[in-house]
């Protein structure tokens, strides 16, 4: 298991940007897919990004061109880009991390778009 904590989150306006950041106790190398999840109040929590070992990676439709996800195994990090941010993008991000059978979930950072 890694522990994974998120930083990054805020309040902004739409069309600004922001970049959350998931910081992993160990090395991230040999996670099998990490990425990042988000909860609207009195929603499901839904996927929103991944990306794989080998760096494959994938989107919710509603983000696509807007989201960006990468990892630095060098720095045991996993970042989400968010640029264009709209009103509808407001949640608790959770950042996720897969290792064989195991999946390890941080503990949320706040992102809320003011219109």
């Known amino acids: 298991q890694v522990q994974l904590v998120e930083s990054g989150g805020g309040l902004v306006q739409a069309g600004e940007s922001l970049r959350l950041s998931c910081a992993a106790s160990?090395?991230?190398?040999?996670?099998?897919?990490m990425g990042w999840y988000r909860q609207a109040p009195g929603r499901e929590r839904v996927m929103v990004a991944t990306?794989?070992?080998?760096?494959?990676?994938h989107y919710v439709d509603s983000i696509k061109g807007r989201f960006t996800i990468s990892r630095d195994n060098a720095k045991n990090t996993v970042y989400l880009q968010m640029n264009s941010l709209e009103p509808e993008d407001t949640a608790v991000y959770f950042c996720?991390?897969?290792?064989?059978?195991?999946?390890?979930w941080g503990q949320g950072t706040q992102v809320t778009v003011s219109s």
């Open positions: 996720y991390a897969v290792t064989g059978i195991i999946t390890s």
């Open positions: 160990r090395s991230i190398a040999d996670c099998n897919a």
């Open positions: 990306i794989t070992r080998g760096g494959s990676t």
